[in-house]
């Protein structure tokens, strides 16, 4: 194989190992789905904690209602029953506002029982989403370092790669580079394929007899007719590094 080609496919090779990483890393857990679910945690933490105020709000205002009504109704009761009233329309004034008085205690303290069942419901969702957002802190401090850790070994082999490449790079002569650098941006990174058979490896369809004859030649020069990727023999890579 000549030299040259021979260099240019450790590029491509080197390109490869770059992109494979730069994969892998890009796919790696950084945590955004726990932060995501931490903030609709806390979201819905400041709702149910706003309510819960409201509502303790309201269960005060009923209490001060239901004490004053029931100041009231005593007071009619001990009219009524003191013996110092002895009109029969006064009596039965009285009598009528004791009534009212305990059916408004009444409906009161229905929604005072509603109210109190509305607080423990939220109580108990809110100590629910405490309790998740407490496991979901701890899930994403793990993730954080797991990803600190696996992010910087392969940004380390990247720069490795990276600096391999820089190197092997200025060895190829700078028309086949620009046209290995065309063809690579084109086809997804992958400008130069090592031929084994018959078949182009990148898109998978025969080669004509004359391409394969051209790329045992061991030059630079043959593509593939179907996706025009660069073609190189896999036999004799003896090249030196």
Do not use: W
């Not at 109704?73 to 008085?101: A, C, I, T």
């Not at 405490?130 to 990247?158: N, P």
Request: glycine fraction near 8%.
């Amino acid at each position: 194989m000549n030299e040259e080609l021979g260099i240019l496919c450790k590029v491509q090779e080197t390109d490869t190992e770059i992109a494979r990483r730069r994969q892998v890393l890009d796919a790696l857990d950084a945590g955004t789905r726990l932060e995501e679910e931490i903030a609709a945690l806390e979201g819905e933490l400041a709702g149910l904690r706003a309510e819960q105020a409201a509502a303790d709000q309201e269960n005060l205002d009923a209490e001060l209602e239901l004490k004053s009504l029931q100041e009231k109704k005593d007071r009619f009761q001990g009219q009524l029953y003191s013996g110092n009233v002895s009109n029969p329309r006064q009596l039965s004034d009285l009598h009528k506002e004791v009534g009212m008085l305990g059916r408004e205690i009444g409906k009161i303290e229905d929604r005072m029982l509603v109210i109190m069942e509305t607080l423990d419901s939220q109580r108990t969702e809110i100590t629910a989403r405490e309790t998740r957002l407490g496991e979901a802190k701890g899930e994403l401090a793990s993730v954080r370092a797991d990803y600190e850790q696996k992010s910087d070994r392969l940004r380390s082999e990247i720069a490795e790669l990276e600096s391999q490449r820089n190197g092997l790079a200025p060895r190829v002569g700078a028309h086949l580079l620009k046209r290995y650098e065309q063809i690579r941006a084109r086809m997804g990174n992958l400008a130069l394929v090592r031929v084994t058979g018959t078949t182009c490896p990148g898109c998978q369809i025969a080669l004509p007899s004359d391409t394969l004859k051209a790329m045992k030649a061991g030059k630079p020069g043959p593509t593939c007719d179907n996706c025009g990727r660069m073609l190189a023999s896999a036999e004799g890579d003896k090249t030196e590094e």
